[in-house]
């Protein structure tokens, strides 16, 4: 069974560019939820989908933003980007939300805001 | 509102040893799972093993156990014979109602394992 897969694995943008991550679930998965990575903020909840319907969001602000395909796979957005949005972003899916659901991550897509 | 706190923000370690990583959280929740998650230099998340909290037993996986006092609210992870392949970011996680089941993270110990 394939994991979760992260596409591109590597980004770099300017400041006020936009960008696209790609996250595709373990198959039979309907969850997907982001998460972003940095050293300064350690991991935080971006948000989740299930079954496309975006169901928790984390305190980020407007310019981050994704969907869920009907594939339950996943895209996040980022528009007007600015140094501060550089990151690791990881992608994780789970079959349903639970407390014992364990999620599976991808290897993430690491951005880089010049 | 849930939170989660290592105190340990890095450990050394000679191999072969076992090690303990600390984990205490708290929660209003009356049920809710205790993860722990392992991150190499590459960047994936590693599931490690997980406590659910009406769980009576620690959990095990392999070398990996879970120290679990809920009444201290204390979750410590347990490498038995560390290897160097050990040497990673190790993360305890929380998930429950009262956080719509989203993981709430903790900073995180950097462990490294010396030959």
């Known amino acids: 069974k394939a994991g979760v897969t992260q596409t591109p694995r590597y980004l770099i943008k300017t400041r006020g560019q936009q960008v696209t991550l790609s996250c595709s679930p373990i198959s039979g998965h309907r969850s997907v939820s982001w998460y972003q990575q940095t050293p300064g903020q350690g991991l935080q909840f971006l948000f989740e989908?299930?079954?496309?319907?975006?169901?928790n969001k984390g305190n980020f602000p407007g310019r981050f933003s994704g969907r869920q395909f009907s594939n339950s796979r996943s895209e996040m957005n980022v528009s007007t980007l600015e140094l501060g949005d550089s990151a690791l972003y990881l992608c994780?899916?789970?079959?349903?939300?639970?407390?014992?659901?364990?999620?599976?991550f991808g290897s993430g897509t690491q951005l880089s805001v010049l | 509102a849930q939170k989660i706190t290592q105190t340990q923000p890095g450990m050394f370690v000679q191999e072969k040893e076992a090690v303990t990583l600390d984990c205490t959280y708290d929660t209003s929740d009356q049920s809710y799972g205790l993860f722990w998650y392992k991150q190499p230099s590459s960047g994936e998340m590693i599931f490690l093993i997980y406590?659910?909290?009406?769980d009576e037993q620690n959990a095990t996986e392999g070398r990996y156990s879970l120290n679990f006092q809920k009444a201290r609210k204390s979750a410590n992870l347990v490498i038995s014979a560390s290897q160097l392949g050990d040497s990673a970011m190790y993360f305890c996680?929380?998930?429950?109602?009262?956080?719509?089941?989203?993981?709430?993270w903790g900073a995180g110990t950097k462990l490294i394992i010396k030959p």
């Open positions: 996680a929380m998930r429950g109602l009262d956080s719509n089941y989203q993981l709430i």
């Open positions: 989908y299930f079954s496309e319907t975006q169901r």
């Open positions: 406590q659910g909290s009406y």
């Open positions: 994780a899916s789970s079959q349903r939300d639970s407390t014992n659901e364990k999620l599976f």
